[in-house]
């Protein structure tokens, strides 16, 4: 669960359909995602990439994951490191 949900009471949630705009263009669900992805799209991926690889140091992982108002989420991307004092 998130730290940021849970202690304001809110323990269940469920999943709904967007609204459909236009006839072609079919509804999706949209859901957040806790990731930092290289698209194919990318202008520059040389430096998304180093990037990414930065942002799952293990010494970044443990500043960011699991903190309060942490800009990403709670959980570690690798899973050796669920040790971090969060998970224990």
């Known amino acids: 669960p998130d730290d940021h949900v849970v202690p304001e009471g ?3 949630c469920d999943i709904q359909y967007w609204p459909k705009w236009e ?3 079919p509804r999706t669900t949209l ?4 990731a930092f992805p290289l698209l194919s799209t ?7 990439w180093k990037f990414i690889k ?6 970044v992982q443990a500043k ?5 108002g942490a800009p990403i989420g709670n ?8 040790r971090f004092h969060k998970y224990t």
């Open 10 to 12: 809110f323990t269940d």
């Open 23 to 25: 006839k072609e263009i």
């Open 31 to 34: 859901f957040g995602l806790d």
């Open 42 to 48: 990318s202008r520059n991926p040389e430096a998304t």
């Open 54 to 59: 930065y942002m799952a140091r293990k010494e």
């Open 64 to 68: 960011f994951v699991g903190e309060k």
């Open 75 to 82: 959980i570690p991307n690798q899973k050796n490191e669920i």
